[in-house]
């Protein structure tokens, strides 16, 4: 007996010895990789200086950077209805229970399994046995199992909420970039209905002439043409106009119906009487960058590369703890009249009590394989999570240089209307002079339109590109 319990000592001091020489490590706690990015690598991340210091573009909420009343009560509505973004909020709620569940592990588990009998031997009197016990089982956390289960699981969680913010964003600047469409196209139509009037006079004026045999037929002809396609410019636009709409309505999760906007020019965003060049958007005060380790610290799809390295780390830890033993805890507590071979009532207590160890010797290579895989997968993720930097970087070099073009040609296309208008007024009175042919007319009205609709587009995409901007930077996530 006594060569039992020394034997069963050593074996007991030999297993702690195990795990403090063999488990170190195992309880390490997550820590974002330092020398994945070098200092000089995020210094140039953006590829630019201009904007750069201060405070970034980024840190204004989305209420700050969009001004439009009506545009804050779509984007409000938008987030409180979408099916998707309801979808990742119960996803939240999953990983929130999941999380709950490991923290969990570590109490034991209690089940109680009531047992009755009813025995006869030869149609003899029938015997009544009964087991009431009260189960209990728990697992020993020695080498770190459900602490990095448990640990993973957060990073599960974290992960969900930033694919939850990541979604919240993409919403917020899909909806501004629809309204500002509307805007454009609204803006869009009221030019080309102007021009339909104008065109129209001049048609009316072409036919006068040609009914005074001043000019020829073929004149009315391409009058007639030009102004039809100025008609079939304004059907495509109002068809454009119910088109976003539907888009709109499609993220309300709602059916058709006409989106309430302001004119053009009437919020913040597109124009500001006290910027410099009048367009808020097009200001480098506006639209400073700030540095590059705040967007590491902002944008969603980053943090949520890193939260997938920590998930990686834990279930890698939790692999390796898979090599070493598990100890588990058994007892029961209860009532019973069944006391070995007799029955006896009423039932007594009964106590049982049962500690086991198991060691994987061979499990046909599953163990060793999952290790390896969480270690490759842990690999990839950090190669994974560099790269989403660098395209996060190359997205913000790419905004700001659309931001910087749109800028450059909003005094062009200006000045090009203005010019254009003066070529036309002047040739249509040279017209009416009998010092002008309809051609002339015809290449002043058509430019003067183009250059219009150039210039509302340009005004759109430097809404666009400052949008692309503040969400590159990680904006919105406020």
């Known amino acids: 007996m006594m060569l039992k319990r020394q034997l069963f000592k050593s074996f007991v001091v030999a297993t702690v010895?195990?795990?403090?020489?063999?488990?170190?490590?195992?309880?390490?706690?997550?820590?974002?990789?330092?020398?994945?990015?070098q200092g000089s690598e995020t210094d140039t991340l953006f590829g630019v200086d201009e904007g750069t210091g201060g405070t970034s573009l980024a840190n204004l909420s989305w209420r700050e950077f969009f001004t439009d009343p009506l545009l804050q009560q779509l984007i409000d509505q938008v987030l409180e209805r979408n099916t998707d973004l309801n979808s990742v909020r119960i996803a939240v709620e999953k990983s929130e229970a999941a999380l709950k569940a490991a923290k969990l592990a570590y109490l034991p588990s209690l089940y109680l399994s009531p047992q009755g009998t009813l025995s006869s031997f030869d149609f003899g009197p029938v015997s009544k046995t009964y087991n009431i016990p009260l189960q209990m089982s728990m697992d020993i956390d020695v080498f770190g199992s459900i602490t990095n289960k448990k640990r993973a699981a957060n990073a599960v969680?974290?992960?969900?909420?930033?694919?939850?913010?990541?979604?919240?964003?993409?919403?917020?600047?899909?909806?501004?970039?629809?309204?500002?469409?509307?805007?454009?196209?609204?803006?869009?139509?009221?030019?080309?209905?102007?021009?339909?009037?104008?065109?129209?006079?001049?048609?009316?004026?072409?036919?006068?002439?040609?009914?005074?045999?001043?000019?020829?037929?073929?004149?009315?002809?391409?009058?007639?043409?030009?102004?039809?396609?100025?008609?079939?410019?304004?059907v495509d636009t109002q068809r454009s106009i119910r088109s976003v709409?539907?888009?709109?309505?499609?993220?309300?999760?709602?059916?058709?119906?006409?989106?309430?906007?302001?004119?053009?020019?009437?919020?913040?965003?597109?124009?500001?009487?006290?910027?410099?060049?009048?367009?808020?958007?097009?200001?480098?005060?506006?639209?400073?960058?700030?540095?590059?380790?705040?967007?590491l610290e902002l944008r969603p799809d980053i943090r949520l590369a890193n939260h997938a390295m920590e998930e990686a780390f834990y279930n890698t830890k939790d692999a390796r703890a898979a090599f070493f033993p598990t100890i588990t805890l058994q007892g029961a507590a209860g009532w019973t009249n069944s006391g070995g071979g007799m029955v006896v009532n009423p039932g007594k207590?009964?106590?049982?009590?049962?500690?086991?160890?198991?060691?994987?010797i061979f499990a046909r290579g599953r163990i060793k394989a999952n290790y390896k895989i969480s270690q490759l997968t842990e690999e990839d993720l950090?190669?994974?999570?560099?790269?989403?930097?660098?395209?996060?970087?190359?997205?913000?070099?790419?905004?700001?240089?659309?931001?910087?073009?749109?800028?450059?040609?909003?005094?062009?296309?200006?000045?090009?209307?203005?010019?254009?208008?003066?070529?036309?007024?002047?040739?249509?009175?040279?017209?009416?002079?009998?010092?002008?042919?309809?051609?002339?007319?015809?290449?002043?009205?058509?430019?003067?339109?183009s250059a219009q609709l150039s210039e509302a587009m340009n005004m759109y995409n430097g809404a666009q590109a400052v949008i692309a901007l503040y969400i590159a930077l990680g904006g919105a996530t406020k």
Not at 174 to 202: C, G, K, P
Not at 255 to 283: C, K, V
């Open 17 to 37: 010895m195990g795990a403090t020489l063999t488990g170190c490590g195992l309880y390490d706690k997550y820590e974002t990789p330092t020398n994945l990015l």
């Open 157 to 234: 969680l974290l992960q969900t909420k930033v694919r939850e913010e990541a979604l919240r964003a993409n919403l917020i600047s899909t909806v501004a970039q629809q309204y500002y469409m509307l805007q454009l196209l609204d803006r869009q139509l009221e030019i080309l209905t102007a021009t339909d009037s104008l065109w129209n006079a001049s048609l009316e004026t072409e036919k006068t002439l040609w009914e005074n045999g001043k000019i020829f037929s073929t004149a009315v002809n391409q009058m007639e043409s030009s102004y039809l396609s100025v008609k079939t410019q304004i």
């Open 245 to 295: 709409e539907n888009a709109i309505c499609r993220l309300l999760a709602e059916t058709p119906r006409h989106i309430e906007r302001n004119a053009w020019g009437s919020s913040a965003l597109p124009d500001d009487p006290d910027s410099p060049t009048g367009q808020r958007m097009f200001d480098s005060e506006f639209i400073k960058i700030g540095v590059p380790a705040t967007m």
């Open 349 to 360: 207590i009964l106590l049982n009590a049962v500690a086991s160890l198991t060691q994987p």
């Open 382 to 449: 950090k190669r994974k999570y560099v790269q989403t930097v660098i395209d996060a970087g190359n997205q913000v070099n790419e905004a700001l240089a659309d931001c910087q073009a749109a800028r450059e040609k909003h005094s062009y296309y200006h000045r090009q209307v203005e010019v254009l208008r003066e070529a036309y007024n002047g040739t249509h009175e040279l017209m009416d002079n009998g010092k002008s042919n309809y051609l002339e007319v015809l290449t002043a009205q058509e430019s003067l339109l």
